[in-house]
Structures are given as C-alpha cells and as structure tokens.
C-alpha cells in the first residue's frame, strides 16, 4: 500500500453520504483543540477522485475534517493513498472501530461489515475472468481454503491486532452483527440498550423484522430491554374494526338483542337509507321474514290481520287523544243542551270504529285530505262523524 503524506485545501476533499454524520458535539471540541495546538496529531486519509484531476475522496477523519472547516483552515494534513475500494473501506471501518467510540450495536454491525470485505479480499487471488462473459468469476477449487475456518480465526486475530479489540470482543459482537437489521442498528445507536452487548446479542437472535418492531418499542420508551419490549408487543390487541353506523331503531334493536345480524348484513343495512332499514326492521320483527330475506327481497308488506291489528292500535290512541280533548272544554251555558248529544254519539262512534280504503282525497275534508287521512291514505270515517258533531254543536 503506497501512501505519502499532504497538505490539502479543504475544499477539493469530497465526503460521501456512506461515511457517519460528524457528530456537533465532538466537532466542536475538536475545532477548540485545533486552534489553541495549532495542528492536527492524526493526519486524514483521501485518495483521488475518480472523477476530477484536482479533486480528492475523503477515506476517514470526517470529523477532523469538518473541525478544520470550522477553525477554519484553508488546508488539512492528509495521507494520500491509492487503495482500492475494498481497501479504502476497510481503512475507514478500522478507523472507526479504533478512534469513533462506537457503540456495541454500531460495532457488531461494523465488524459483520469488514468480516464481508476481508473475505472479499482474501478471495480476490482466486478471481479469474469469465472468457464468455468478461465477468470475474471464483475458481471454486481454489477458493475452498480460504472459506474454511482458518479464515474466520485470521479474521478474528487480525481484527483484534488492528483494532485493539480482544479477539472475545471481536467473536461476540460479530456473531451479533451478522443477523443484526440495519435499521434496528440506525434505532438504536445512541440508546443504553445499543450499548449493551447482552441486549445486542437477544436482539440479534430475533428475525429482523421483528427487530425493527422492538428497536422501535425501546426507542421511544415503551420498554428498556428486548425481553420487555417482546412482552410489550405480544399484549397489544389490535384495534377492533368499528362496526357500520345503522338507524337508530336497528341499532337498538341489535343491542336489545332482538336481532343478530352477521358483520356482512350489517354492512348492507348501514348502506341503505334509515326508512328502508326500519322496514326491513319491521318485517322481521313481526315475523314475516327472516333478516336475510327482508335484506335480499326488500320488505315484505303486512297481512290483513296484522293491518287489523295497526289500525285498531291507531284507533285506540286517537279515541283516547279525543277523550282528552273533550276534557278541555270549558263548561259554557251554550254547550249543555248538546252536551248529552255529543256524549251519545261519541259513546256510539267507539262502538262502531271504521276505516274506508280511499285512494282519492279526503272528500269530507273538500278535497285537501284532513292531517289523519293523509297520514293512513284511508278515509276516517270517525273522525269525519266528529267535525261533523262538533259543527252541530256551533
């Protein structure tokens, strides 16, 4: 690896979104330290950009990088290198395990990330070009060495060697990383329970998803560990759907038992105007339909005896709505000699109660039809005898 060491004007360094956000904090402190030392111990590394001449490719030190900006410097010390990508990318993941106080979960996830680029490139000897394809394709034979065990225990030896890390560290938290979400790490990052290696480890052992679900539960306080926050999931009951709004009169009814229509006939009901449910309410009250039918056919409409039964029911109230009337009239000189009469022929008119099919209007109302005819579309024949007792009584 064949690196030199440069002054460079912190405007020509370009730093991809792949690298971790400065975090304010640690920048500040760094820009105070830079301009009371006036220099920076660790130089950074870039390499140059595959897209400009004069222009250079941050590999770590973004934090230094942005404190300098901040000073503000016009130039920054910093290796120059010409790694691969591959290489680059492992600089900047030892640099961080090494220098950035990562945590447990950001470290896991880290270190599942440069075992992936150490394998890549132990294997890249092996890598041959595919004649039909000119694709780079693994020579399989040669490769079997290098994916057996002996890989992962150099793996772990030269991480540890590099990082400072103890190769116990090194084995628990990349068991953890390798099946960790990245958007549970990004949850949980900054959290106690991301810095916990016992916590990153139950974590890890879930599927992902439901790591997103717990990360999401401990992140906004609803638990402080995975085990509270897989409790806390698995009590929640989901919301019951709200049930179609019906007609009052249907709705009572339901609630009173009366009928018990299935989520489906409730649905149809809620759809249909309050009258049409009323009716089909109606039928099925009084026995003339099933609530399935009466839904599928409409309303069935009412026999004779059960029109027999309506009316009568409407007579009785009208008799006793006109009882109550009479009541109320006061006892004038003028009234007594018709009294006894108009006593007689109401006592009669209760005898004989009658209504008369009418599908023209009301003649005795003058053709306007009178309040109780338009209401039943029949003829009152006792209500017509009382306007006319009443008239003779004037």
């Known amino acids: 690896m064949a690196v030199s060491v440069k002054d460079i004007p912190v405007e020509k360094i370009t730093v991809s979104r792949s690298h971790r956000t400065p975090m304010h904090g640690k920048v500040a402190a760094m820009a105070e330290s830079l301009r009371k030392s006036k220099q920076l111990l660790q130089p950074i590394m870039v390499r140059k950009s595959k897209t400009s001449d004069d222009k250079y490719d941050l590999v770590f030190g973004a934090h230094r990088l942005a404190a300098a900006k901040a000073v503000p410097w016009k130039t920054i010390p910093a290796i120059i290198t010409t790694m691969g990508d591959l290489e680059c990318k492992l600089a900047e993941i030892d640099e961080n395990i090494e220098r950035a106080n990562l945590s447990v979960i950001e470290e896991s996830s880290a270190l599942a990330e440069r075992q992936r680029i150490y394998t890549e490139l132990a294997l890249k000897p092996t890598l041959t070009t595919s004649p039909q394809q000119g694709t780079p394709c693994v020579d399989l034979a040669d490769a079997t060495p290098h994916t057996s065990g002996t890989m992962v225990s150099d793996f772990v030896a030269d991480t540890a060697a590099t990082t400072g890390l103890s190769e116990r560290t090194v084995e628990r938290r990349l ?70 709004e019906v007609s009052t009169a249907v709705l009572q009814a339901i609630n009173t038992e009366k009928i018990k229509p299935t989520k489906g006939q409730r649905a149809q009901l809620a759809a249909m105007p309050e009258e049409d449910q009323d009716a089909i309410l109606e039928a099925v009250l009084a026995g003339r339909q099933s609530l399935g039918q009466a839904i599928d056919d409409g309303p069935a409409e009412p026999g004779p005896e059960e029109v027999g039964k309506k009316v009568a029911k409407t007579i009785e109230s009208w008799c006793h709505e006109f009882d109550k009337l009479v009541a109320t009239i006061p006892d004038d000189p003028w009234i007594k000699d018709y009294q006894s009469q108009i006593d007689g022929d109401i006592a009669a008119l209760k ?23 338009r209401k039943t579309g029949r003829v009152n024949t006792y209500h017509h005898k009382l306007l006319a007792a009443q008239a003779k009584a004037k």
């Open 175 to 244: 068991a953890a990383g390798k099946t960790l979400s990245t958007t549970a790490v990004d949850i949980l990052k900054d959290t106690p329970t991301g810095d916990s290696q016992a916590q990153v480890t139950a974590l890890a052992a879930l599927p992902k998803s439901e790591q997103v679900e717990v990360a999401k539960l401990i992140k906004a306080g609803e638990a402080d560990s995975v085990k509270e926050a897989i409790a806390a999931r698995d009590s929640e009951t989901p919301d019951e759907p709200e049930e179609p």
């Open 351 to 373: 005898k004989d109660l009658r209504f008369t099919k009418s599908e023209k209007l009301c003649p005795a109302c003058e053709g306007d039809g009178c309040k109780g005819c």
